[in-house]
């Protein structure tokens, strides 16, 4: 994998942007709201914070409905579709909210303007540093308020009615506190938090055992497949089914489930 190309915009009003390229993308929102739609899934907004993994060969659509600035990087080379399907993004994958890291993206313009072979080497490696950055989860924080919050996230994913609500009475604080400190710590409110962690798991499960789609979902609290199915898609750009068939074992079986049958392709 290599580095092509980085840059940054500024979307005006009416913004639009429709493009297929043979490359792998990551789009990284700094201020106001964006819009991408990938052929097939549900639109994924992108407010400041917000980023998102673009596969090679895959059409998809930028718009904006007012100024919104974004920071971008291309790679390509061998091994890029390997690389992005490794960290999850068939066709596209939103990633955990987080600040962008402009120093980074500053240092790769630099990096790309010199012909430099040393050069480009570390483009490279700065170049998967920043989308290992962007899929990755935030580190554990420090406060114990928010690591005990992500600790009941984590252990109460199947329950389809955790929210900040619940958890703020399991740690006797106010729902108020409590989604400022995550935000602080994390860069997130919580409802975003849960819904990652819920979506981690699901694609754990989904690659890792044969059990049926519907089942999964609820495990990972959606109690109605339809509901797991759109927020599948919105945050991976597949439906739970494809996901599966195209990251499980060869060798696993996954038995026949009615439910999964009004999961869209």
Not at 203 to 219: D, H, K, M, Q, S
Request: with cysteine.
């Amino acid at each position: 994998m290599s580095a092509r190309s980085v840059g940054s915009c500024v979307a005006r009003a009416g913004f639009v942007e429709s493009k297929r390229r043979p490359i792998g993308m990551l789009f990284w929102s700094t201020f106001g709201l964006g819009q991408l739609e990938v052929a097939d899934a549900a639109p994924i907004a992108l407010p400041a914070g917000a980023a998102v993994l673009i596969a090679p060969n895959i059409s998809y659509r930028l718009s904006a409905a007012d100024t919104w600035r974004y920071r971008w990087l291309t790679c390509d080379g061998t091994g890029t579709t390997a690389l992005m399907r490794g960290f999850g993004c068939t066709t596209c994958l939103a990633c955990p909210p987080r600040p962008c890291p402009d120093a980074a993206f500053a240092t790769l313009t630099g990096l790309l303007r010199d012909d430099d072979h040393a050069a480009r080497l570390e483009a490279a490696a700065l170049t998967f540093r920043l989308l290992l950055q962007a899929v990755s989860l935030p580190p554990p924080p420090a406060d114990p308020l928010v690591a005990r919050a992500l600790a009941l996230i984590a252990r109460g994913i199947a329950d389809p009615d955790l929210s900040v609500a619940s958890l703020a009475a399991a740690l006797a604080v106010s729902p108020e506190h409590l989604s400022r400190q995550l935000r602080q710590r994390c860069g997130a409110p919580p409802r975003d938090l849960i819904l990652r962690a819920r979506l981690d798991r699901a694609r754990e499960l989904l690659a890792a055992t044969g059990r049926p789609v519907a089942e999964i979902g609820r495990a990972c609290g959606f109690p109605d497949p339809n509901h797991f199915a759109r927020r599948f898609r919105a945050g991976t750009g597949c439906a739970p089914s494809v996901y599966a068939a195209r990251h499980s074992d060869p060798g696993t079986t996954r038995p026949g489930d009615p439910d999964a049958k009004i999961d869209p392709r």
